[in-house]
């Protein structure tokens, strides 16, 4: 999830070479995708793709599941007893929609209508896909025949094995694909993706360990995805944080929905416009992760002047920033801390009131860290993006005191070219980035922080106000100390001004040579 500028709600963007951790297999299903496509548009297509993974997934799921419960039937169980899957969070699959059954039926002209009444008996029996999964393969518009290729294509890549469960394909093989579709979509593909190291970002540097993680426009779930990553790698659990979520757009949601199934993710994902229908109005959540729409005008915010959530000031009508930043102050617990994703001019914009707000939220001590990151990070934006991190309580006895305190990274310079017009960040980057903020905020065993000019800086409150309360991080840390070398300074001196002379004499010598070849050429001044 990350959006571009400009008026369109939700321009999320992505990048292709996302989660491409076996880069042959999902290039192989990537192409089975495109053996489908023919002239049908990205946006409407990724669901038939995507849908159909998801049904390969649940089915091979299931039919491993059913493989082993058959062969206990001595012991008592029943391979047919939907209670048998429910019980181990295995979706029950009828017979209808068994991978199997479809794949036999592929080669007719039937096959779509079957693929819809697959889902529909899997949402039948299935109460949390209710509404969720795509049932529209039987549309006049879907070539049947391109529709049996990739049924076939998809029969091949066993996605519902142990083996391959347990390296997390169909999750990789998902984002994979989202991330791509992003890509085709353009700028409307941003809506639904957020580039995976930019998510990482977010929350390598909060680390939700445990408590209630909230992103109140999830796009297809990103930063849920990458937080359960998180605590795994940090020998936790899933289920150790409890997962809410809201996202606007019908189709994105259902997105989500199949998104986090997939993983096994346990989550309250509301559908519905986050500011005019607050989904979890009572949640006070111990993490936010954002990525919202870029300079939104589209949010009707004439119509919620008098807000309850806009206490540092009431955002204009014309700009949803500062509204999407007070909504996720509104949720955060009082020992709660956010982490998001706005365009660059969030820092220092003082029209329409914006330069008010943003110094009333500077002034309640509620600004952790500012990041700045480089452009081209994503596909249909090259603008460079900044990271805010707020704390409810700098002083709430997790970390050090840090009150009157705000630290500013310029990450300006990082990350590395994947082609001539995209970056990404390396672990390295979002390592040192993350480790400076833990360094600065006290985290145990972080080590001890210290300034480094033209990247990071620890300032006071004071300092802030002297800036007009503007929040670049390039106007606090400095630049760079000169490299220092051992020519003494007379000498250098010496030789810069030679090779000055010498520089201007030949200059002088190319104006004279043009000027004849100008008058030959009857120009003569």
């Given at each position: 999830?990350?959006?571009?500028?400009?008026?369109?709600?939700?321009?999320?963007?992505?990048?292709?070479?996302?989660?491409?951790g076996?880069?042959?297999?999902?290039?192989?299903?990537?192409a089975?995708?495109?053996?489908l496509?023919?002239?049908?548009?990205?946006?409407?297509?990724?669901?038939?793709?995507?849908?159909?993974?998801?049904?390969?997934?649940?089915?091979?799921?299931f039919?491993?599941?059913?493989?082993?419960?058959?062969?206990?039937?001595?012991?008592?169980a029943?391979?047919e007893?939907?209670d048998?899957?429910?019980?181990?969070?295995?979706?029950?699959?009828?017979p209808?929609a068994?991978?199997?059954?479809?794949?036999?039926?592929?080669?007719q002209?039937?096959?779509?209508?079957?693929?819809?009444?697959?889902?529909?008996?899997?949402?039948?029996?299935?109460t949390?896909?209710?509404?969720?999964l795509p049932?529209?393969?039987?549309?006049?518009?879907?070539?049947?025949?391109r529709?049996?290729?990739?049924?076939?294509?998809?029969?091949?890549?066993?996605?519902?094995?142990?083996?391959?469960?347990?390296?997390d394909?169909?999750?990789?093989?998902?984002?994979?694909?989202l991330?791509?579709?992003a890509?085709?979509?353009g700028?409307?593909g941003?809506?639904?993706?957020?580039?995976?190291?930019?998510?990482?970002?977010?929350?390598?540097?909060?680390?939700?360990?445990?408590?209630?993680?909230y992103?109140?426009?999830?796009?297809s779930?990103?930063?849920?995805?990458?937080?359960?990553?998180?605590?795994e790698?940090?020998?936790?659990?899933l289920?150790?944080?409890?997962?809410?979520?809201q996202?606007?757009?019908?189709?994105?949601?259902?997105?989500?929905?199949?998104?986090?199934?997939i993983?096994g993710?346990?989550?309250q994902i509301?559908?519905?416009?986050?500011?005019?229908?607050?989904?979890?109005?009572d949640?006070?959540?111990?993490?936010?992760?954002?990525?919202?729409?870029?300079?939104?005008?589209?949010?009707?915010?004439?119509l919620?002047?008098d807000?309850?959530?806009?206490?540092?000031?009431?955002?204009?009508?014309?700009?949803?920033?500062?509204?999407?930043v007070?909504?996720?102050?509104?949720h955060?617990?009082?020992?709660?801390?956010?982490g998001?994703?706005?365009?660059?001019g969030?820092?220092?914009?003082?029209?329409?009131?914006?330069?008010?707000?943003?110094?009333?939220?500077?002034?309640?001590?509620?600004?952790?860290c500012?990041?700045a990151?480089?452009?081209?990070?994503?596909?249909?934006?090259?603008?460079?993006v900044?990271?805010w991190?707020?704390a409810?309580?700098?002083?709430?006895?997790?970390?050090?005191?840090?009150?009157?305190?705000?630290?500013?990274?310029?990450?300006?310079?990082?990350?590395?070219?994947?082609?001539?017009?995209?970056?990404?960040?390396?672990?390295?980057d979002?390592?040192?980035?993350?480790?400076?903020?833990?360094?600065?905020?006290?985290?145990k065993d972080?080590?001890?922080?210290?300034?480094?000019?033209?990247?990071?800086?620890?300032?006071?409150?004071?300092?802030?106000?002297?800036?007009?309360?503007?929040?670049?991080?390039?106007?606090?840390?400095?630049?760079?100390?000169?490299?220092?070398?051992d020519?003494?300074?007379?000498?250098?001196?010496?030789?810069?001004?030679?090779?000055?002379?010498?520089?201007?004499?030949?200059a002088?010598k190319?104006d004279?040579?043009?000027?004849?070849?100008l008058?030959?050429?009857?120009?003569?001044?």
């Amino acid at each position: 999830m990350a959006r571009g500028p400009g008026k369109s709600r939700g321009t999320k963007v992505d990048r292709s070479t996302e989660a491409n951790g076996n880069g042959a297999f999902e290039a192989k299903l990537w192409a089975a995708a495109d053996a489908l496509r023919n002239n049908m548009d990205a946006a409407e297509y990724k669901h038939v793709v995507l849908g159909l993974i998801f049904l390969k997934y649940i089915s091979d799921a299931f039919e491993a599941k059913h493989a082993e419960l058959d062969a206990q039937r001595a012991q008592g169980a029943d391979p047919e007893d939907p209670d048998e899957y429910r019980a181990r969070n295995i979706f029950w699959v009828p017979p209808e929609a068994r991978w199997s059954y479809l794949k036999s039926m592929a080669p007719q002209p039937t096959i779509g209508q079957l693929v819809d009444d697959a889902m529909t008996a899997i949402e039948r029996d299935n109460t949390s896909l209710k509404s969720v999964l795509p049932k529209d393969f039987a549309r006049p518009g879907l070539d049947k025949q391109r529709l049996s290729q990739i049924i076939n294509l998809v029969s091949d890549i066993a996605l519902g094995a142990p083996a391959d469960r347990s390296k997390d394909t169909l999750g990789r093989v998902y984002e994979y694909f989202l991330s791509r579709f992003a890509s085709a979509e353009g700028k409307s593909g941003g809506q639904f993706y957020t580039p995976s190291h930019v998510v990482r970002v977010l929350v390598e540097m909060l680390a939700p360990y445990k408590g209630r993680v909230y992103d109140p426009c999830c796009g297809s779930g990103g930063m849920f995805v990458q937080s359960e990553k998180f605590i795994e790698a940090h020998a936790g659990k899933l289920g150790d944080i409890s997962i809410y979520g809201q996202e606007s757009n019908y189709t994105t949601w259902r997105l989500a929905k199949m998104n986090l199934a997939i993983r096994g993710i346990d989550a309250q994902i509301g559908h519905g416009d986050t500011f005019h229908n607050d989904r979890h109005p009572d949640l006070k959540a111990d993490y936010v992760l954002a990525n919202p729409p870029f300079n939104d005008s589209d949010w009707r915010g004439d119509l919620l002047k008098d807000d309850k959530r806009w206490a540092y000031g009431t955002p204009p009508a014309g700009n949803a920033n500062f509204a999407w930043v007070q909504h996720f102050i509104h949720h955060l617990s009082p020992t709660g801390l956010a982490g998001f994703v706005l365009a660059n001019g969030s820092m220092s914009s003082n029209t329409s009131g914006e330069g008010e707000i943003r110094k009333a939220i500077i002034e309640a001590d509620l600004v952790d860290c500012m990041v700045a990151l480089p452009g081209q990070l994503f596909y249909s934006t090259q603008i460079p993006v900044c990271l805010w991190f707020l704390a409810r309580n700098k002083k709430n006895g997790r970390f050090r005191d840090r009150r009157g305190e705000t630290l500013f990274i310029d990450a300006r310079k990082m990350g590395t070219l994947t082609d001539r017009v995209h970056r990404e960040l390396t672990d390295e980057d979002i390592a040192k980035i993350a480790g400076t903020y833990h360094a600065w905020r006290g985290d145990k065993d972080a080590g001890d922080y210290a300034d480094v000019p033209s990247f990071c800086k620890a300032t006071a409150l004071e300092d802030i106000r002297k800036h007009g309360h503007v929040l670049t991080p390039g106007r606090y840390v400095g630049a760079a100390a000169a490299e220092e070398d051992d020519e003494p300074f007379e000498d250098k001196m010496a030789r810069l001004a030679a090779t000055l002379w010498e520089q201007q004499k030949e200059a002088a010598k190319l104006d004279l040579a043009i000027a004849a070849n100008l008058r030959e050429l009857g120009h003569g001044g």
